[in-house]
């Protein structure tokens, strides 16, 4: 069983979670892909795909190869800075489950809390007090507290809930079992 780990980070957050997943992963055939070193071909058994929300979904680099999958088991991961249970958290992982839902299998997903980068927080600053994401205290509380983050907790659980995932893939696979897509 061959697993693809792609992945796109901005703040180096993703990454981080794309790095745990795939140093875990044992008893596979494994890659890990930078997608800003361009898109890999995807032979992958399963491909394990992270991003960064931007606009409520995958950055732009990352919506272009989801729509490209077809027919595979996928399994995807986002981080945010902003709270990983909130409404918004669930509708940026959805927004990418949508995105590959029809044509391929989903083993499952992942959303991680995750720092801002600097650039987008100075931006945030510099918009004043207009518009929704401008710097408010409340906001550069969170941003200062969101900075430590993914933790190694939360890359763990990343890494245990696909180790287990692809584990229930390829045991399905073996025995001649459908897995059916979460969601």
Known sequence: ?????VFSSLSGCTKKV?????DSLEGVEKSIHDLKDGAPKL???IILLGYWVDRGGPNEEMKELLSQIKEKAVGLFCTLG????????QKSISAGVNMVNENNTVIGSYVCNGT???DMIAKFRQAGGAGPHAA???KEIRWKIMESHPTQAEIALAAERFNERVELYKQF???GLKFTSIQ
């Open 136 to 138: 408010t205290p409340e």
């Open 82 to 89: 902003y709270y990983a249970d909130s409404e918004h958290a």
């Open 18 to 22: 794309a790095q745990g997943i795939f």
């Open 173 to 175: 696979k073996e025995q």
């Open 116 to 118: 801002l980068s600097p």
């Open 1 to 5: 069983m061959k697993v693809q780990v």
């Open 43 to 45: 032979d992958g058994d």
